[in-house]
């Protein structure tokens, strides 16, 4: 199964000259919860710097 | 592996809650769709999660989430796989889900309330990257992100990886701060 997604992943990722590509991508980041559920205070810095590096790479 | 290249960042989605989460998969289904085929749909999901020990099956929590004690919890969420259903929508993407979830400071009282995550089979186009083993806790600790995001975009601004050996590495630059194992 694995092995089956590996190579379904390659030929999906492949680079195609006649297309160019677009990534997009969404970032969820969810702080500030109820206390009950306790206290997670970096996901929004999170988000962040994992869309930083995912837009100014090029 | 192109996911390190430019991605458009459709919008940051802060504070969710179920609608939010979920109109957000749609608009990333959208998208994709309108893009055409061999497209890259990135979603990363930094937030509490949790496993339902009774049906093992993935949450993503939203902000307003109550009590744990009552099934409504479960009911208000948002299941993993109903996150993965709506991006099969986007059938000839690749579609890669991080989730850097778990976080290790979720109180779960209620003893039908597996901590932490159940692993999933990765459906056909799609990578799930997780960042706590399954059962596990993810770590919150880290002055300007947690380390599974800090390992995650560190990899990404690095050249000529693909996408098994760009996760790889942010595991094992992750998992020293960690609980997870294996």
């Known amino acids: 199964m694995m092995r089956a997604v590996v190579a379904l992943m390659l030929l999906v990722l492949m680079p195609s000259a006649a297309h160019a590509e677009k990534r997009f991508a969404i970032l969820i980041g969810n702080q500030s919860y109820d206390s009950s559920l306790g206290i997670s205070k970096n996901p929004l ?9 995912l837009a100014h790479q090029g | 592996m192109r996911l390190r290249t430019k991605a458009e960042i459709l919008r940051p989605i802060k504070y969710a809650k ?56 479960w009911d208000d969420s948002v299941k993993l796989d109903d996150v993965q259903r709506l991006l099969d929508g986007a ?49 919150d600790k880290g002055d300007h992100s ?25 595991k094992e630059r992750c998992c020293p701060c960690t609980q997870a194992v294996g």
């Open chain 1, 45 to 53: 810095k999170g988000i962040t710097v994992v869309g930083d590096a």
């Open chain 2, 18 to 73: 179920r609608s939010g989460i979920l109109g957000g998969v749609r608009d990333l289904v959208r998208q994709l769709n309108a893009a055409g085929a061999s497209d890259i749909g990135f979603i990363y999901y930094s937030g509490h999660g949790a496993a339902e020990k009774d049906t093992n099956i993935n949450y993503l929590i939203p902000i307003d989430a109550k009590a744990l004690s009552t099934t409504a919890f």
């Open chain 2, 91 to 139: 059938s000839s993407a690749a579609k890669f889900i991080v989730f850097d979830a778990c976080r290790n400071e979720l109180q779960l009282p209620t003893k039908d309330t597996g901590k932490g995550l159940v692993p999933v089979a990765d459906q056909q186009g799609m990578f799930i990257a997780y960042a706590s083993a399954p059962g596990r806790t993810a770590s």
């Open chain 2, 146 to 170: 947690g380390p599974y995001a800090a390992a995650l975009a560190s990899e990404l601004a690095r050249l000529g990886l693909d996408h098994l050996n760009l996760f790889q590495n942010v």
